[in-house]
């Protein structure tokens, strides 16, 4: 039961959890005054793992309960840094990645990382396909359990590599870098 409504299946729990992380940590950043100063846009989008790709990870980790599978929910925040007049790129792409961090940091004080030490930092150590982004595990409870779900924090362009590919990202900095035509 959630604020008087009966979740009736597990998809529909796992729904209300997301929403209810998603609409607190939007709240967390739009409310930080050091975020926002910084910050252009933030975009926070939830998602449940795949049927398909769930359970090949629960029997890979020979989990017997999906709750046992640390990201089947997941967040992601995606930071988009204000651009200051006449700032190269490379420094408002530092400080887009210090942004990242600094959320992150923000969000393990409400969503404290879970003991299993899921914490994966791409952005230092980026995938050799290029892919970047900060990863950790945490939880809520809801309903007397806990539900553990990863956040994602990225930029818009380490977003752009993730979702399209490394080639893609040349033309995303070409449009960022071009006035806009429309």
């Known amino acids: 039961k959630e604020g008087g409504c009966v979740i009736s299946t597990r998809e529909e729990g796992m729904s209300t959890i997301l929403q209810r992380v998603k609409d607190e ?6 409310n930080d005054p050091c ?8 975009k926070v989008t939830a998602r449940i793992k795949e049927p398909y790709s769930l359970w090949r990870q629960m029997l890979k980790m020979k989990a017997r309960h999906v709750l ?3 990201d089947s929910l997941a967040l ?3 930071i988009h840094c204000k651009n200051i007049q006449d700032e ?5 792409s530092s400080r887009e990645r210090a942004l990242c961090y600094y959320a992150q940091q923000q969000c393990t004080k409400i969503f404290t990382p879970l003991q299993d030490g899921r914490f994966k930092d791409y952005i230092a150590n980026p995938k050799a396909n290029g892919y970047q982004s900060l990863h950790y595990t945490a939880s809520t409870e809801f309903d007397g359990t806990q539900w553990p779900f990863e956040i994602q924090i990225r930029t818009g362009e380490m977003h752009q590599v993730a979702e399209f590919g490394l080639a893609a990202h040349w033309d995303y900095k070409e449009q960022a870098k071009s006035p806009s035509t429309s």
């Open 76 to 78: 992601r925040i995606v």
């Open 35 to 42: 975020f926002t100063k910084y910050a252009e846009s933030v």
């Open 68 to 70: 046992e599978v640390p």
């Open 88 to 92: 190269y790129t490379e420094v408002t």
């Open 25 to 30: 940590i939007k709240d967390l950043l739009k």
